[in-house]
């Protein structure tokens, strides 16, 4: 059992290897892939290659979107029932964290969404506004939309717009990291690539929307690590 580094977007092996970022692990609710102990070994291996520290990021609120549109829920309701799924996965977070070697674990720290959220609403307010003004850019954050949910995306564009936004919403995540207290964490581990992924290495590299990275100001790449754990 251990983790297998599937692929390295905008970034090698070596770059991680070579202890340049904090890494952290998120955990998004729809996914099963996250159980305690793959959880557990992505933080494992996370502390044998991070610069500093390592947190386990529970990204709850962001699903309040999904729960709003899919499930008819209103705002109010869908924020509630985010909090709540996450509340289990910030209990499985720090369990992880109490089951770590005891001079490990002060490394590691279990977030939320909430946490971590105002540091991205800057970036996510100015993609909102792009996507807004280029029609190129919203049919890739739809065609992301339809990619992520297939068949449950409702067939009107208001909810496609709506459901946009957990897209756009998550992107400044990929393109800085986060910072939580005196500590940034650039780069993170996730099982599988998508259409985000791609998109969202594109516009860091120069291959897609360079006037979004300028707007932005995007000066680096940051690596985008997938991995499994077998």
Known sequence: MGVTIRSVLNGTLADIENRRYNIFVPISLGNPFFTRRTVREFTLWALERTKDKVAILVADKLAAINYQVLRGLSEE??????????????????????????????????????????GLRPMQDSIRSYYAE????KRQVHDIVHEMLGTQVPNDTDSVDKLGMYVIDEMPLMFKGMTHGSTTYEIFVYPGLSGIDHLVANIQNGAQFPDLADRLQLTSLQPNIEAYVE
């Open 134 to 137: 280029n029609q190129n850019f």
């Open 77 to 118: 309701e869908s924020v509630a029932a985010a909090m709540q799924e996450g509340d289990k996965f910030l209990g499985m977070a720090e369990r992880v964290i109490r089951s770590l070697p005891a001079d490990q674990q002060p490394r590691v720290a279990a977030l939320r969404w909430e946490d971590i959220e105002s």
